[in-house]
């Protein structure tokens, strides 16, 4: 059975950084890309973040680039996002998500996940 569990979440003021983690378990993570996504009460799902089998290749939405990175320890089964110089409108539900698409091409198109966690909470204060 296939589980991606998101942990990490949690309350942080304006400015400061937390690590949210993705665990894989029940599949060869390093067969699967990586998305981040979050969405906030009232929104539409927003993607973040990617990266790719082994980690070679990131893409990040222009909302988070230069504050968020995106990094994989395969050996873990983990995929991380850091997040830096946070804002309240950060604040959202975090969910990864594992596509197994057979080109970088077609994660980056918005290839359909093939397994989603449950989310993780950040909060981020004024």
Same mark, same amino acid.
């Given at each position: 059975? *296939?589980?991606?569990?998101?942990?990490? %979440?949690? =309350?942080?003021?304006?400015? %400061?950084? =937390?690590? *949210?983690?993705?665990?894989?378990? @029940?599949? +060869?993570?390093?067969?699967?890309?990586?998305?981040?996504?979050?969405?906030?009460? %009232?929104?539409?799902?927003?993607? =973040?973040?990617?990266? $790719?089998?082994?980690?070679?290749?990131?893409? /990040?939405?222009?909302? *988070?680039? @230069?504050?968020?990175?995106? $990094?994989?320890?395969?050996?873990?089964? +983990? *995929?991380?996002?850091?997040?830096?110089? =946070?804002?309240?409108?950060?604040?959202?539900?975090? /969910?990864?998500?594992?596509?197994?698409? !057979? +080109?970088?091409?077609?994660?980056?198109?918005?290839? $359909?996940?093939?397994?989603? %966690?449950?989310? +993780? !909470?950040?909060?981020? $204060?004024?």
């Amino acid at each position: 059975q *296939v589980q991606l569990v998101e942990s990490g %979440g949690g =309350l942080v003021q304006a400015g %400061g950084s =937390l690590r *949210v983690s993705c665990a894989a378990s @029940g599949v +060869t993570f390093s067969s699967y890309a990586v998305d981040w996504f979050r969405q906030a009460p %009232g929104k539409e799902r927003e993607f =973040l973040a990617a990266i $790719s089998w082994r980690g070679a290749r990131t893409y /990040y939405a222009d909302s *988070v680039k @230069g504050r968020f990175t995106i $990094s994989r320890d395969n050996a873990k089964n +983990t *995929v991380y996002l850091q997040m830096n110089s =946070l804002k309240p409108e950060d604040t959202a539900v975090y /969910y990864c998500a594992a596509i197994r698409a !057979q +080109t970088w091409s077609a994660v980056l198109n918005g290839a $359909s996940p093939d397994y989603w %966690g449950q989310g +993780t !909470q950040v909060t981020v $204060s004024s």
